[in-house]
């Protein structure tokens, strides 16, 4: 490598160690990819999630030779935002180095089909949200990167919209905050007949508040790992999703690479019809990693018998000193307050639709507050 003039011999070898480790984490990445095969029924990570019709049918699709076509647009970013292509071969590294739920495959696949995007670069508090609209009509698997500077506060909000029925979206998202940063991000995706979101979201002590939102899917999947590497970090994710007859597939992972960090997560689905929902949250805790504060709760409510829930929280806690729970609940609407809303003359849909949104309100009124 070349070193800058004017270094001290410390500085180069640091830079040359870095280096060494870079190149080593890229070369483990491009055997993961070699090594990783398409998800099928034995992948315990894609358990529910009818691997053999839908990773199958996505996989064909990135493996073709359908162009890569969509809409990338951003509001109220100034400066911040770069457009991103796949002649970025430092983003396409950062995207290589990105864990997943299970779909390692198709995430190596993707990297070959990297589409449009962009990179937020935030450097300075944000006056008002940030929006990344994504929009296709066909096929497209486009990119996010966004980088938040230490003791900034913003907001980003991004939209995944299909504008056909045929639609098929395939979209990675890296996020980095900083010590003493925080961030509150939206995730809006909609009318797609695919759709597969891959989100990394590594905190070096900040506070980082997280809400997903998926409706009219004909099948979405969503993984997000949310990766804490200093004390005092903060994550909270959140998801309200109504995936009326459709399949929604939901991963995360809430890993604590060290100690004196918090980390909470509330899912809530309304199904009717016959929706299938499926959760599967792990929390890890890493040795050493004392003073940990992790917390997960899935709940459903059912609309229809026809509808189906898979609900899977898990610990995995390798240190001491740590409050770590899980909880799971999946139930059909409370009939007593059906009961008090059609006894004040409320149409019977009205008020189930009535209590199904207040179900999802309390997810978005945490998230904002």
Same mark, same amino acid.
């Given at each position: 490598?070349?070193?800058?003039?004017?270094?001290s011999?410390e500085?180069a070898?640091a830079?040359?160690?870095?280096?060494?480790? $870079?190149?080593?984490a890229?070369q483990?990445?491009?055997?993961r990819?070699?090594?990783?095969?398409?998800p099928?029924r034995l992948?315990?990570?894609?358990?529910f999630g009818?691997?053999?019709?839908?990773?199958?049918?996505?996989?064909?699709?990135?493996?073709?030779?359908?162009?890569?076509?969509?809409?990338?647009?951003?509001?109220h970013?100034?400066?911040?935002?770069?457009?991103?292509?796949?002649a970025?071969e430092?983003?396409?590294?950062?995207e290589?180095?990105?864990p997943t739920?299970?779909?390692?495959a198709?995430?190596?696949?993707?990297?070959?089909?990297?589409?449009?995007?962009?990179?937020?670069?935030?450097?300075?508090?944000?006056a008002?949200?940030i929006?990344l609209?994504?929009?296709?009509?066909?096929?497209?698997?486009?990119?996010?990167?966004?980088?938040?500077?230490?003791?900034?506060?913003?907001?980003?909000?991004?939209?995944?919209?299909?504008?056909?029925?045929?639609?098929? $979206?395939f979209?990675?998202r890296?996020?980095?905050v900083?010590?003493?940063a925080?961030?509150?991000?939206q995730?809006?995706?909609?009318?797609?007949?695919?759709?597969?979101?891959?989100?990394?979201?590594?905190n070096?002590g900040?506070?980082v508040s997280?809400?997903?939102?998926h409706?009219n899917?004909a099948w979405?999947?969503?993984?997000?790992?949310?990766?804490?590497?200093?004390?005092?970090?903060d994550?909270?994710l959140?998801?309200?999703?109504?995936?009326?007859?459709?399949v929604?597939?939901?991963?995360t992972?809430?890993?604590?690479h060290?100690?004196g960090?918090t980390?909470?997560?509330?899912?809530?689905?309304?199904?009717?019809g016959?929706?299938?929902a499926t959760?599967?949250?792990?929390?890890?805790?890493?040795?050493g990693?004392?003073?940990?504060?992790?917390y997960q709760?899935?709940?459903?409510?059912?609309?229809s018998?026809?509808?189906?829930?898979?609900?899977?929280?898990? $610990?995995?806690?390798?240190?001491?000193?740590?409050?770590?729970?899980?909880?799971s609940?999946t139930?059909?609407?409370?009939e007593?307050?059906?009961?008090?809303?059609?006894?004040?003359?409320?149409?019977?849909?009205?008020?189930i639709s009535?209590?199904a949104?207040?179900?999802?309100?309390?997810?978005?009124?945490?998230?904002?507050?």
């Amino acid at each position: 490598m070349d070193f800058p003039q004017n270094i001290s011999m410390e500085e180069a070898f640091a830079l040359a160690e870095a280096e060494a480790k $870079l190149e080593a984490a890229l070369q483990e990445s491009r055997n993961r990819f070699t090594n990783a095969r398409i998800p099928d029924r034995l992948n315990e990570d894609w358990r529910f999630g009818r691997p053999h019709q839908y990773a199958t049918a996505l996989a064909e699709l990135l493996q073709g030779d359908t162009p890569s076509q969509g809409e990338a647009s951003v509001l109220h970013a100034g400066a911040a935002a770069v457009p991103v292509s796949a002649a970025d071969e430092d983003l396409k590294q950062t995207e290589m180095l990105m864990p997943t739920i299970g779909s390692d495959a198709l995430l190596g696949l993707h990297l070959q089909r990297f589409g449009s995007g962009y990179a937020l670069y935030i450097e300075e508090d944000t006056a008002e949200p940030i929006h990344l609209h994504y929009k296709t009509a066909g096929f497209y698997t486009p990119s996010t990167f966004i980088m938040v500077a230490p003791g900034v506060k913003a907001q980003v909000v991004e939209h995944h919209e299909g504008l056909s029925e045929n639609a098929v $979206l395939f979209a990675t998202r890296n996020i980095q905050v900083a010590e003493g940063a925080e961030l509150k991000l939206q995730l809006h995706s909609s009318c797609m007949q695919r759709y597969l979101c891959i989100t990394d979201i590594q905190n070096m002590g900040g506070k980082v508040s997280q809400l997903t939102r998926h409706e009219n899917h004909a099948w979405a999947r969503e993984e997000t790992v949310a990766e804490i590497y200093a004390p005092g970090s903060d994550i909270q994710l959140f998801s309200a999703n109504l995936p009326t007859s459709s399949v929604l597939d939901q991963h995360t992972r809430q890993i604590h690479h060290t100690g004196g960090a918090t980390s909470n997560l509330l899912y809530k689905n309304v199904l009717d019809g016959t929706a299938t929902a499926t959760f599967a949250g792990n929390i890890y805790v890493a040795p050493g990693a004392h003073h940990t504060d992790a917390y997960q709760s899935n709940r459903n409510l059912l609309l229809s018998e026809d509808a189906t829930v898979n609900s899977l929280p898990g $610990l995995e806690i390798l240190a001491d000193k740590v409050r770590c729970s899980h909880g799971s609940a999946t139930a059909p609407v409370n009939e007593e307050q059906l009961f008090y809303l059609l006894s004040r003359g409320i149409p019977r849909d009205e008020a189930i639709s009535l209590l199904a949104q207040g179900f999802i309100d309390d997810v978005i009124e945490k998230f904002n507050n």
